[in-house]
């Protein structure tokens, strides 16, 4: 895929797979390319060549299918403050078409999501970051998801929900999931990625498997395509 803004070129002749069971990092500095490219498999933009395929179907040609079959996590999940996380799951699921949850299909996406179950009726308006992506996360599970997109998820999230948010990751990943996340956080792409790749002006210049790469080795290798 390639996507152009004028004379401004945001991504360059991009071609990456990520397949059910796998969790793909995407790092750079900012304005590398890595919202475009989520935008992109989001068919909110089009590409300028290239194409965008959800499940094998380009999709332009049926953004509705596409975008039912992958889920946003954006860095704030907008949700109702005075609702709970368990309404707000009822709510957005009932808004997406779908039959109505019983309490024990809630709980048991809350609980998928890693919500606590204390949490599960307390208004949202007292959750944390890391609890709203977790309700986010469960919306997505609930509609059917098979792909989850995640823009920064773990930007202002303290340690202990960060090492939530990867292994709620993984375990979905290791049920079938694809996931396609853009960070900035090195340490957690190592731990909750199977594959990183590094985007520099518009081009992935590298892409690795995170089992091939200690931390360290993952920051030298980050480091030397930003200074080079
Ligand atoms: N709507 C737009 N119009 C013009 N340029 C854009 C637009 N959206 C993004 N860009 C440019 O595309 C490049 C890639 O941006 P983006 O994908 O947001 O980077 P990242 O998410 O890696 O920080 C940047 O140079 C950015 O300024
Ligand atoms: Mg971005």
């Not at 290239?50 to 380009?58: C, F, K, L, N, P």
């Not at 809350?110 to 469960?138: C, E, F, N």
């Not at 202002?156 to 929900?161: I, N, R, Y």
Request: hydrophobic residues 40%; contains cysteine; glycine residues 12%.
């Amino acid at each position: 895929m390639t996507k152009r803004y004028g004379e401004h070129l945001a991504l360059e002749g991009l071609d990456l797979t990520v397949g059910a069971g796998e969790v793909f990092c995407l790092l750079g500095a900012n304005g590398a390319g890595k919202t475009t490219t989520l935008n992109l498999f989001l068919g909110f933009i089009e590409p300028t060549a290239g194409e965008a395929r959800v499940a094998g179907q380009d999709v332009r040609q049926d953004v509705a299918r596409a975008r039912g079959l992958i889920a946003y996590v954006p860095e704030l999940v907008m949700l109702y403050p005075r609702l709970s996380g368990r309404e707000n799951l009822d709510y957005f699921n009932t808004l997406a078409g779908r039959p109505a949850l019983s309490r024990q299909e809630s709980t048991a996406w809350l609980t998928q999501a890693g919500l606590a179950p204390g949490a599960m009726d307390r208004p949202v308006g007292g959750y944390s970051k890391g609890m709203r992506q977790k309700v986010g996360i469960a919306i997505a599970l609930a509609k059917g998801a098979r792909a989850l997109l995640l823009d920064e998820p773990t930007s202002g999230l303290d340690p202990l929900a960060s090492n939530e948010l990867s292994e709620t990751l993984r375990r979905l990943s290791g049920e079938g999931m694809a996931v396609l996340m853009a960070t900035h956080d090195l340490f957690r792409a190592k731990e909750s990625g199977t594959r990183v790749g590094i985007m520099k002006a518009g081009h992935l210049v590298e892409t690795r498997s995170t089992q091939e790469l200690g931390h360290a080795e993952l920051e030298q290798l980050y480091l030397t395509h930003m200074r080079g």
